[in-house]
């Protein structure tokens, strides 16, 4: 099959944090004690930073794709 392009592995990892996030808040709802806070400040508190270097990683190998892309032309 085709190569998944690095625009939908961008939206494939966003969309699948912020459903991540959305499941997180139903939890806690219900889960309220210091294990969720624990939780919370060791794993959902520290996803954005690995995100967006997961993003800028993507966007550099698109770049560097399309850079040799052109020198092959």
Known sequence: GEPMSHSSSKGMITDAVKHLRA???R???SWTD???ERFEDEYIA???QPV???CEAIDRL???CDEARRAGE
Do not use: E, I, P, V
């Open 52 to 54: 967006r270097q997961a």
């Open 27 to 29: 939890c806690k709802s």
């Open 23 to 25: 499941s997180w808040l």
């Open 46 to 48: 520290r996803l954005d």
């Open 34 to 36: 210091q294990n969720a």
């Open 62 to 64: 698109q770049s560097a």
